[in-house]
T-cell receptor
Framework: DTGVSQDPRHKITKRGQNVTFRCDPISEHNRLYWYRQTLGQGPEFLTYFQNEAQLEKSRLLSDRFSAERPKGSFSTLEIQRTEQGDSAMYLC?????????????FGPGTRLTVT | AQKITQTQPGMFVQEKEAVTLDCTYDTSDPSYGLFWYKQPSSGEMIFLIYQGSYDQQNATEGRYSLNFQKARKSANLVISASQLGDSAMYFCAMRVPGAQKLVFGQGTRLTINP
C-alpha cells in the first residue's frame, strides 16, 4: 500500500520564476487537498478536489496559483511569478469517502525556497 | 469560523513518562471531528487519532488516547509511556460537515529526553 507521494521534495527557485509541484494520492482516494505550511505554523488549506473537479479554493490561493487534477488521479500545483513570501512547505493530502470523519493522509511535502 | 488553539509551544518529557498535549477548539457547529497529527522532522504529517463530537467514549489508538471534554471544548492528546521516537511536532485539527478543509492549531513541539 503506497502512500501519498509528492515531487519534488525540495525546490529552490529565483523570484519571478514559475514552479510546478506534483502530488500522487493513494490510488482509491477520490479527494485530494493542498495545504501550505510556513515555519512554526500549522498547515493552511489552499484547495480541494473531488475526482477531477476543483470544488473549493481558499482566499490564500491568489491568481498566481493554479491547481489541476486532470483525470482525477494525480494533481499539480503551479505558482507563477514566485515571490519570497511563497517560500513554504506545500503539503498534499488525500482521503476516501464523503464523511467528515475520514482522516486525510498526507504526503512528505515539497519545500519551496524562493531566493 | 472554526479555530484550534494549542497553548504549549514546547514540551520536554523524560522517556517512559506519560505526556498530555493541550488542544482547545471553537466552533458553533454541533457536529465536528477532531484529529491529532504528528509531524517528525522529515515533514510528513502522520494521522494519530480521531474523535467525533457525538462519540460517547474517548478515542484510543495504542499508546495514544484523546481526553475529550465537550463542555470545555478541549481535546487533549495523551501519550502513555513516551519513547524517543515520539519527539516531533504535534498538531490538533478540526473539521466540520460541509467543509472539506482541516483547520490546524499552531502545534506543540514535543521532545523526549533519554
Amino acid at each position: 500500500d503506497t502512500g501519498v507521494s509528492q515531487d519534488p521534495r525540495h525546490k529552490i527557485t529565483k523570484r519571478g520564476q514559475n514552479v510546478t509541484f506534483r502530488c500522487d494520492p493513494i490510488s482509491e482516494h477520490n479527494r485530494l487537498y493542498w495545504y501550505r505550511q510556513t515555519l512554526g505554523q500549522g498547515p493552511e488549506f489552499l484547495t480541494y478536489f473531488q475526482n477531477e473537479a476543483q470544488l473549493e479554493k481558499s482566499r490564500l490561493l491568489s491568481d498566481r496559483f493554479s491547481a489541476e487534477r486532470p483525470k482525477g488521479s494525480f494533481s499539480t500545483l503551479e505558482i507563477q511569478r514566485t515571490e519570497q513570501g511563497d517560500s513554504a512547505m506545500y503539503l498534499c493530502a488525500s482521503s476516501l469517502g464523503t464523511s467528515f470523519s475520514y482522516e486525510q493522509y498526507f504526503g512528505p511535502g515539497t519545500r519551496l525556497t524562493v531566493t | 469560523a472554526q479555530k484550534i488553539t494549542q497553548t504549549q509551544p514546547g514540551m520536554f518529557v523524560q522517556e517512559k513518562e506519560a505526556v498530555t498535549l493541550d488542544c482547545t477548539y471553537d466552533t458553533s457547529d454541533p457536529s465536528y471531528g477532531l484529529f491529532w497529527y504528528k509531524q517528525p522532522s522529515s515533514g510528513e504529517m502522520i494521522f494519530l487519532i480521531y474523535q467525533g463530537s457525538y462519540d460517547q467514549q474517548n478515542a484510543t489508538e495504542g499508546r495514544y488516547s484523546l481526553n475529550f471534554q465537550k463542555a470545555r471544548k478541549s481535546a487533549n492528546l495523551v501519550i502513555s509511556a513516551s519513547q524517543l521516537g515520539d519527539s516531533a511536532m504535534y498538531f490538533c485539527a478540526m473539521r466540520v460537515p460541509g467543509a472539506q478543509k482541516l483547520v490546524f492549531g499552531q502545534g506543540t513541539r514535543l521532545t523526549i529526553n533519554p
